[in-house]
């Protein structure tokens, strides 16, 4: 099993920044891809920027140039830098992780989430 810790969420003024992390521990054979997701309430949850194994990333449109993730290989983390938060950043932020098994396959895996709340 693998286990998502998140970290980082909270209230922010529109126009601000805030920082999630997540770390991922337990059997880790290999990640192949670690990202975030987003759960606005009444909308289904949509995918805010994702960054395989590659290191090619890939936002939403529409928190392209505002938001930034990175990852750390060695250390099984994710960050996402935002910035320029609007209130429709509004969310619950999920951790994902795409966890390759030792023999063949791929499994998925969700952090608890953490609320980001963007409000003046």
């Known amino acids: 099993q693998v286990q998502l810790v998140e970290s980082g969420g909270g209230l922010v003024q529109p126009g601000g920044s805030l920082r999630l992390s997540c770390a991922a521990s337990g059997r880790i054979f290999r990640i192949n891809a670690l990202g975030w997701y987003r759960q606005a309430p009444g909308k289904q949850r949509e995918l805010v920027a994702i960054?395989?194994?590659?290191?090619?990333?890939n936002y939403a449109d529409s928190v392209k140039g505002r938001f930034t993730i990175s990852r750390d290989n060695a250390k099984n983390t994710v960050s996402l830098e935002m910035g320029s938060l609007k209130p429709e950043d509004t969310a619950v932020y999920y951790c994902y992780a795409a966890v390759s098994r030792l023999t063949y396959g791929t499994d998925d895996y969700w952090g608890q989430g953490t609320q980001v709340t963007v409000s003046s």
């Open positions: 960054i395989p194994s590659d290191g090619r990333t």
